[in-house]
């Protein structure tokens, strides 16, 4: 009998249950929103998830019984496929005057009072990411400061206002009386919908287990697996590809965890770019930087550190700092698991060794070591615009010293080969050497010979050669003390 290629999905909106059937495993949610909905105020900009006129909020409820909270995620639903947002709780523009019976919602408010809107097109997504950060700050009574306000609306782009109205907005949420959801009767609601039906020949499966996954992926080597499609979607939307059977990896439990376990980050490879981040800050927070210019928010809610790794993209920057932090991956299947480095891992331009019925399950961190000697870690993002693009060159060094000695050092690189690679002649040029500006400049020429990038739209050849020993000199001059020699050490005045 052959199998059906349209599903049915439901999601709750408005404090109802919304029922779609005939779903294709490849719509996305932004179609379905304006072409089966008709809810016309998400807007389609980029189609790739770099503008965010498209950003929705999704809920899901955590916890246990009467506890549960729900945590409240915008993302891109430009590039978000339909099936994903099965059992969540979902929040377009258009459903935030209705929260408020006196008048607007403190985000749609605080964009008129501020003047914070010009042609408008954009502002639906921006009025979306500050309800998400009304529902994560303002209402846990947190002060949503400048700098928070630049980094969690980085994912979302205008081009006639200005930034500065809509970073007031952002600030002044907090002024207007308090719009509080029932997550109680939300997350009731949430529970009545029933996970989707388990038979691994569905076109669009959802599994909520490892072992569900991997029967799924053994019936189906073939299907295509996501998670949150902030790849795959373009493939999608840019190149219009079509997949009869797509295996969503988004609600594994075990791949959702991050714990530490046995001195390491034991991370799932379905945990979110910004809860992984999140977990590492912990261990490193001169990673701060790094992390949210990664990419905007609403990439790091969908996209997943497990995707980034088996994706495999050279110019993927999850990959660099893994490899300099000496990670290694656990692939799975239903007959065993298998552990490896991740520098080992890729085998040419997004080719690798997982085999047909394996997923990469999770990704295996080092705690940093404690020692008397002095480490140094340092993750340096090259690209065109500082916020929401993608790397030309990505260098991450990680340095361990011993009376002045590189006692270690592991380099990880993007965007200079056909795979993320590590800089093993480089390492071994500097390990046992005094850490001093000699030695430093020696290893700068090994560093850009080592590799042969390509030239392309983002970067040429040599450009991308003379930055990996730029990068080098700046690692060296940083671990002297100097402060201000990148853009990170800027920090624009505020006129008030």
């Excluded at 050669?465 to 201000?484: A, C, K, P, T, Y």
Aim: net charge negative; aromatic share 6%; glycine share 8%.
């Amino acid at each position: 009998m052959p199998r059906p290629n349209h599903q049915t999905i439901q999601f709750l909106k408005r404090g109802e249950v919304v029922t779609l059937a005939n779903v294709p495993p490849t719509r996305t949610l932004l179609e379905v929103l304006r072409e089966d909905l008709g809810l016309t105020g998400t807007k389609e900009g980029c189609g790739e998830g770099d503008c965010g006129a498209c950003t929705v909020v999704l809920g899901e409820a955590s916890g246990e019984g009467e506890s549960k909270q729900l945590t409240f995620k915008a993302v891109n639903s430009c590039i978000r496929m339909a099936h994903s947002v099965h059992g969540l709780a979902l929040w377009t523009v258009e459903d935030l005057s209705l929260m408020n019976a006196a008048s607007q919602h403190p985000a749609q408010e605080a964009m008129v009072q501020c003047h914070a809107s010009q042609c408008g097109f954009c502002t639906p997504g921006f009025v979306m990411s500050l309800f998400g950060m009304y529902q994560n700050h303002v209402l846990q009574g947190q002060p949503i400061t400048r700098e928070l306000a630049q980094t969690e609306l980085s994912g979302n782009l205008c081009r006639c206002t200005g930034y500065r109205p809509i970073l007031d907005a952002a600030q002044q949420m907090a002024d207007y009386p308090a719009v509080r959801l029932d997550h109680p009767a939300i997350s009731r609601q949430l529970a009545e919908i029933q996970p989707q039906a388990s038979d691994v020949n569905s076109p669009y499966q959802l599994p909520g287990t490892l072992a569900a996954l991997l029967a799924a992926r053994a019936a189906q080597p073939n299907a295509q697996l996501v998670a949150g499609c902030t790849d795959v979607g373009l493939w999608v939307t840019k190149m219009h590809k079509q997949f009869d059977a797509v295996i969503d990896v988004s609600r594994v439990a075990e791949l959702r965890r991050i714990e530490q376990r046995g001195g390491e980050w034991v991370i799932g490879a379905a945990a979110t770019l910004q809860d992984a981040f999140t977990a590492l800050l912990q261990s490193w927070p001169e990673l701060t930087t790094f992390a949210e210019r990664f990419a905007g928010l609403p990439v790091r809610n969908s996209g997943t550190l497990g995707g980034n790794v088996a994706n495999g993209s050279p110019i993927g920057d999850s990959m660099p700092l893994l490899i300099a932090l000496k990670s290694r991956i656990v692939l799975a299947s239903v007959r065993s698991e298998r552990e490896m480095p991740l520098e080992d891992f890729y085998t040419g331009y997004r080719q690798n060794l997982l085999a047909a019925d394996e997923v990469l399950a999770f990704i295996k961190v080092p705690l940093p070591a404690a020692s008397a000697q002095t480490s140094l870690l340092r993750a340096y993002k090259i690209s065109k615009r500082y916020d929401d693009d993608i790397s030309a060159v990505c260098l991450v060094l990680n340095l361990t010293l011993d009376a002045g000695v590189v006692n270690d050092i592991s380099i990880g690189a993007g965007g200079v080969a056909a795979t993320p690679v590590r800089a093993r002649q480089t390492e071994a040029a500097l390990r046992g050497q005094p850490w001093s500006q000699a030695s430093v400049h020696a290893a700068m020429q090994t560093l850009r010979a080592e590799f042969e990038p390509i030239s392309d739209m983002r970067a040429s050849s040599s450009y991308r050669r003379q930055v990996l020993g730029n990068l080098l000199q700046r690692f060296w001059l940083e671990s002297q003390g100097e402060q201000h020699i990148n853009l990170e050490a800027f920090k624009l005045e505020v006129l008030v």
